[in-house]
């Protein structure tokens, strides 16, 4: 009977004296009796005590796997990830959003494209470039077209386009002070 006592107390064989039986566990707590399925042969208060101390049981079991949960998930995440106050600032810098308004760009609008150029020193030497100059010089560099690309849009001779853009980048060179190849 697996280490349980039983008891059976009966007051002369008499089926209605008043005496019920009683079964102690092993822990020295009242137990349903047998044939009973769940409290209802309890007085009502007991009843209620019984509800109670189940429902108890339950929260505490409930709120003990809750955190469990938590506790997990919160070392999983810290496996994961970084904090920023953490990263180096390589890291931050490539995070890092910045405002770009209008006025801070110089516009060029070459082949249907608008370039913005934001060094203010490149957009004066740009400037000084002629028109033409300027617009093959920014086709091939901020565009990437070729030499004949740039001939079939402006109805030149490839040999004319690559003159002229060896010469605006010298001449850019120049302006904006470096030395000039030759």
């Given at each position: 009977m697996s280490?349980?006592?039983?008891?059976?107390i009966?007051?002369?064989?008499?089926?209605?004296?008043?005496i019920a039986i009683t079964v102690?566990?092993?822990?020295?707590?009242?137990?349903?009796?047998?044939g009973t399925?769940?409290?209802?042969?309890?007085?009502?208060?007991?009843h209620y005590e019984h509800k109670q101390h189940a429902f108890d049981s339950y929260c505490?079991?409930?709120?003990?796997?809750e955190a469990m949960n938590a506790y997990?998930?919160?070392?999983?995440?810290?496996r994961r990830e970084v904090s920023l106050s953490e990263l180096p600032e390589d890291a931050m810098a490539q995070l890092a959003v910045y405002d770009r308004y209008s006025w801070e760009y110089t516009t060029f609008t070459v082949g249907g494209a608008v370039i913005l150029i934001e060094d203010d020193r490149l957009a004066e030497a740009l400037l000084a470039l002629s028109q033409?100059?300027?617009?093959?010089?920014?086709?091939?560099?901020?565009?990437?077209m070729v030499d004949r690309e740039i001939?079939?849009?402006?109805?030149?001779?490839?040999?004319?386009?690559?003159?002229?853009?060896?010469?605006?980048?010298?001449?850019l060179k120049e302006l904006m002070g470096g030395e000039a190849d030759d």
């Open positions: 280490g349980k006592i039983f008891f059976n009966n007051a002369g064989n008499q089926p209605n004296s008043g102690v566990g092993e822990r020295g707590r009242k137990e349903l009796p047998p399925k769940g409290g209802e042969n309890l007085k009502p208060d007991r505490k079991r409930s709120i003990k796997n997990t998930q919160l070392r999983k995440r810290s033409e100059d300027r617009d093959i010089f920014m086709m091939h560099w901020f565009l990437n001939a079939e849009y402006m109805n030149m001779a490839r040999r004319t386009v690559n003159t002229r853009r060896q010469k605006a980048y010298r001449l």
